[in-house]
């Protein structure tokens, strides 16, 4: 493995070092001419800060699950590699469960949420052990009936997810404790409260409260004021009950990833903290604690690498026309102003580019007007051949694709830098190796999955 640099400069050299070694070990190349690369010891060095995090906070001994949320980086290795930190998984549908599973994440470090599970999901999480989290009062009376009837011996941890309705952030699509939000029980709706207690009272094997309260553009403030509403009902409940009856909280994820510099801000320890002065009794032992963080693991240590193809101007506009479009970054595209990103540029070769800068378009390669990653952008002069690189794309962009214009998948590789030794009297120099985590996309592949088997079909009938 190679060396961790800390800080912000560590970040930007590693990425430098790792565009010029993809463009010269061929990972990036004319026909191949976008993938996703992932800085390896980037992901382990946050992960491990999330754990630092949770263990300067917590009394001795306070049961922490880290549950990765799968959406964020749907891709097997990555689960892997988050696993071997310590990590476990939040999953979403079979799909993230089946990851998760393919990735080794054993079934008691899993979390399933998701606002729909089918009765044969919800069956399948209680037979593997997998915990749960009910989304709404008529899936916990679907749970009723499935513990009903012939429930395993010992049940895995089940919970209930809170929306704490403590409001939205600056990202409508991306808060979940709206008023009206369509997750998890209204805790301020009329009567809710007093239902939330008595349905924890009556149930014994309901041990967990859930609560996500948003993820981009949510302040934490917010946040923290909506796990501090769900803890105040769990010393509720188990105030009424007059025991133990919510024996952990699930606090979700949401943790903001900053878009427009190399500095990771905010930080896992600072939400930490902030936790603890806004709900001490969280971290006082008495309760285990469960997270369900995406975004913040991997963003910042993932970049789409793409090829200029094309340098044009129209009306006196310069337009970079690149790899990277919707394909790769569906939320830049629909939603520019929302989802910036910042656009580091390198020639032909993989070394950065300077220059006086000029403003430019970096488009991409979908048959939109609107594929565009960057408008008027202030960046030196792009010309066919050269690279650009989007930034903090390690989640939710390059792993969730957008199949416009039958476009591929692109390739995925991990790096990290190791030591080389020429020969016995050569000082070692550093490289960078690249590993794969998904393959390209092939065009059979594109075909087959776009019905080639079936291609008569139709004709069939009248
Ligand atoms: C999306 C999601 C997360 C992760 O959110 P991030 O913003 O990526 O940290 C966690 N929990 C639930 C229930 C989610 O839906």
């Known amino acids: 493995m190679g060396h961790v640099d800390s800080g912000s400069d560590g970040a930007a050299r590693r990425r430098d070092a790792a565009v010029r070694a993809a463009v010269r070990q061929g990972i990036v190349t004319a026909d191949r001419p976008v993938v996703g690369l992932l800085d390896v010891p980037g992901i382990r060095a946050a992960a491990a800060a999330l754990h630092r995090a949770f263990a300067q906070v917590s009394a001795p001994g306070t049961d922490v699950l880290h549950a990765f949320a799968v959406k964020a980086a749907p891709l097997v290795p990555v689960l892997r590699l988050l696993a071997e930190e310590g990590l476990g998984a939040e999953v979403a549908s079979p799909g993230e469960l089946a990851l998760a599973r393919a990735a080794g994440v054993p079934p008691a470090r899993t979390v399933l949420d998701s606002p729909a599970k089918t009765p044969a999901e919800l069956r399948e999480a209680l037979a593997l052990g997998v915990a749960v989290n009910a989304d709404s009062r008529e899936e916990l009376v679907r749970l009723d009936g499935l513990l009903d009837d012939g429930a395993p011996a010992s049940v895995p941890p089940l919970g209930l997810r809170v929306n704490p309705q403590v409001g939205g952030g600056s990202i409508s699509a991306l808060s979940t404790a709206t008023p009206m939000s369509k997750f998890g029980v209204p805790l301020r709706d009329e009567g809710a409260r007093e239902w939330l207690v008595r349905a ?213 590789y991990g790096y990290a830098e190791h030591q080389r030794t020429e020969g016995a009297t050569e000082t070692p120099s550093v490289d960078v190796r690249f590993v794969p985590v998904r393959p390209p996309q092939s065009l059979d592949e594109l075909v087959a999955e776009s019905g080639g088997a079936h291609a008569v079909g139709l004709t069939a009938l009248r």
């Not at 004021?225 to 133990?244: F, Q, S």
């Not at 340098?311 to 310069?318: D, E, F, W």
């Not at 300077?354 to 390669?365: F, H, I, L, R």
């Not at 051949?385 to 989640?395: E, F, K």
Request: proline share 7%; charged share 20%; net charge neutral.
């Open 200 to 412: 924890y009272a009556e149930r014994p094997w309901l041990t967990r409260i859930h609560a996500h309260v948003g993820s981009q553009g949510c302040p934490l403030e917010l946040m923290a004021a909506g796990i501090r509403a769900v803890y105040e009902l769990a010393e509720e409940v188990n105030e009424h009950v007059g025991a133990r009856r919510v024996r952990s909280l699930d606090i979700g994820g949401g943790l903001p990833v900053n878009f427009a510099s190399d500095e990771v801000t905010p930080t896992h320890a600072g939400y930490a903290r902030l936790l603890a002065e806004t709900v001490p009794g969280l971290f006082d032992g008495r309760y285990g604690l469960v997270t369900e963080f995406g975004r913040s693991l991997p963003a910042k240590s993932g970049m789409v690498l793409a090829r200029v193809e094309y340098a044009k101007s129209a009306g006196g506009r310069r337009i970079a026309v690149t790899h990277a479009g919707a394909q790769v970054a569906v939320r830049t595209v629909f939603a520019p102003e929302a989802w910036p990103l910042r656009v580091a540029v390198y020639d032909a070769w993989g070394r950065p580019k300077d220059g006086a800068p000029e403003s430019q378009d970096v488009a991409g390669p979908c048959c939109f007007a609107g594929d565009l990653i960057a408008t008027g952008r202030s960046l030196p002069r792009l010309e066919a051949g050269d690279h650009v690189a989007l930034l903090d794309t390690g989640a939710y962009y390059f792993s969730n694709h957008f199949a416009y214009n039958t476009l591929p998948r692109p390739g995925v």
